[in-house]
């Protein structure tokens, strides 16, 4: 079997397929990771989209290539929404409202409450950094820019980690970022952590609220899940979903993804499909708003 990674060797996603890989190889056999990056992942979702629908060719569906993409790019070589079919849902990843700690501590801003009220305060003053436009980051920073009524100007970097650095730099207020890359950061107390942008608070960062406690329904995370090629049967589905689940559920599954700062996310293929089809409802809005395109 074949499982197709959108995205370069190292990265988070790629090193949770592989663990997942290691964990179904006593049920399905030898799994071997596939990597194709480009083109925001593009490259490799039009790879499982056009694989023979016989369940050896699966892959990751994410964020950025089933919810995102398809709003922001004029063309697209897959149709996100019939060229795939659901396996499961496998990890979920809460973003993190971020602020340098003492330039935090300057503007007297302990909380997101604050931050809010700074801003309306101080009316086109605050900038946020994100890694590039129709980024994760820039598209978190717009939606909550709308639900709070407040300005801030978008700075876009070449990538996440150069949008970091900036924040640690003081050149940028604030970032909405990955929780995975910014608790170190937390931690270290470089950064201060103002709310989550999962509906729920996660249990990585206790003590942290939501914005969802100041905004109902926010809620903006980065997912990722098994897909395979529309037109697989429905049995293959239904054996593959078996593995991979029953591997998210094992205790050492658990333990490497929260090192990741991940969480498990098993679910059946009908609740990961319409998962993904509520992201892309949502993301819709949220790149229209945001005025971000790539031709």
Same mark, same amino acid.
């Given at each position: ?11 988070p ?5 592989? !663990? ?8 399905? &056999?030898?799994? *071997? ?9 593009? *490259?490799?979702? #039009?790879? *499982?989209?056009? $694989?023979?629908?016989d ?6 569906? !994410? ?22 079919? =659901? ?22 801003? %302990?909380?997101?409450a #604050?931050?809010? !009220?700074?801003?309306?305060?101080? +009316? ?6 994100? &890694?590039?436009? &129709? ?5 978190? =920073?717009?939606?909550f820019?709308? %639900?709070?009524?407040?300005?801030? /100007? ?10 970091? @650095?900036a ?18 950061? *937390? ?11 999962? /509906?729920?608070?996660? +249990? ?9 406690s @100041? ?5 903006? #995370?980065?997912?990722? =899940? ?28 658990? $333990?490497?993804?929260a ?6 996310? +098993? ?17 819709q ?7 971000? %395109?790539? #031709?």
């Amino acid at each position: 079997m074949r499982l197709i990674v959108p995205y370069a060797p190292g990265g988070p996603i790629d090193v949770t397929a592989r !663990a997942l890989a290691e964990r179904v190889r006593e049920t399905l &056999g030898v799994v *071997i990771i596939d990597n194709k990056p480009g083109a925001g992942g593009n *490259i490799g979702a #039009d790879a *499982i989209a056009k $694989a023979a629908p016989d369940g050896l060719t699966i892959g990751i569906a !994410a964020t950025a290539t089933h919810a995102v993409n398809p709003w922001l790019y004029s063309r697209m070589p897959y149709d996100a929404a019939r060229d795939f079919v =659901g396996i499961t849902q496998m990890v979920r990843v809460p973003n993190v409202v971020v602020m340098n700690a003492a330039h935090a501590d300057q503007l007297h801003i %302990r909380t997101l409450a #604050d931050l809010v !009220a700074y801003a309306k305060a101080n +009316p086109a003053k605050l900038n946020y950094g994100s &890694g590039g436009n &129709g980024s994760a980051g820039h598209l978190a =920073g717009e939606m909550f820019k709308q %639900r709070a009524g407040i300005y801030a /100007l978008h700075i876009p970097y070449r990538g996440a980690s150069p949008a970091q @650095l900036a924040l640690l730099a003081g050149e940028v207020d604030f970032n909405i970022d990955n929780l995975a890359a910014a608790a170190p950061n *937390i931690r270290s107390g470089k950064l201060r952590a103002l709310a989550v942008t999962s /509906l729920e608070p996660s +249990p990585l960062l206790p003590g942290v609220p939501t914005v969802a406690s @100041l905004y109902k329904g926010f809620s903006i #995370d980065t997912w990722w =899940g098994l897909v395979a090629p529309h037109g697989t049967p429905r049995t293959v589905i239904a054996r593959l979903n078996k593995a991979f689940t029953d591997a998210l559920k094992t205790p050492e599954t658990k $333990a490497r993804f929260a090192a990741l700062l991940a969480e498990p996310v +098993p679910t059946t293929p009908e609740q990961f499909d319409a998962f993904m089809a509520s992201e892309r409802a949502k993301y819709q809005q949220v790149v229209k708003a945001s005025g971000a %395109r790539v #031709d």
